[in-house]
C-alpha cells in the first residue's frame, strides 16, 4: 500500500510541473496534510523558501507544528518547490493574547 502511495505522489509531482510553484505548493497540500486539514486550512504564500499557511486556530497550529518537518520534507518532494520552513498563520485578530506583566507592588517602607 505504501509502495501505491508513493508511485501517486511522484506522478502527482510530475504532473504538476506546468503551475506556478505557489499553484504547485496548494495542489500537493491535501495530499501532503490529508483531506481533513487541507479543508480547514490553506497555503496562503511563498517568500524565499517560506511557506505560510492559513490555520483556524491556535490547536491546529500546534498539532501542525508538531509535524512540521513531516509536512516541510512532503511538500517540497510532491511539489517540487524547495521549502526551507512553514510558518502556520491564525486569521487576523486570532491571535491570542499575549501575557501581560504582573504589576510590581512594593512593601510599604
Do not use: C
Not at 502527482?12 to 479543508?39: F, N, Q
Not at 499557511?53 to 512532503?74: F, Y
Not at 511539489?79 to 504582573?102: C, M, N, W
Amino acid at each position: 500500500m505504501q509502495a501505491m502511495r508513493d508511485l501517486l505522489r511522484t506522478s502527482l509531482g510530475k504532473s504538476l510541473e506546468a503551475l506556478s510553484p505557489l499553484d504547485r505548493l496548494a495542489t500537493a497540500w491535501p495530499v501532503v496534510a490529508g483531506h481533513a486539514t487541507a479543508e480547514r486550512t490553506s497555503i496562503e504564500s511563498l517568500e524565499d523558501g517560506v511557506v505560510t499557511i492559513l490555520v483556524p486556530d491556535l490547536a491546529w497550529r500546534n498539532q501542525l507544528e508538531n509535524i512540521v518537518g513531516q509536512l516541510r520534507g512532503d511538500l517540497s518532494r510532491i511539489s517540487r518547490v524547495p521549502v526551507t520552513d512553514i510558518l502556520f498563520l491564525l486569521p487576523a485578530g486570532a491571535e491570542p493574547p499575549r501575557p501581560r506583566a504582573k504589576p510590581v507592588r512594593r512593601k510599604p517602607a
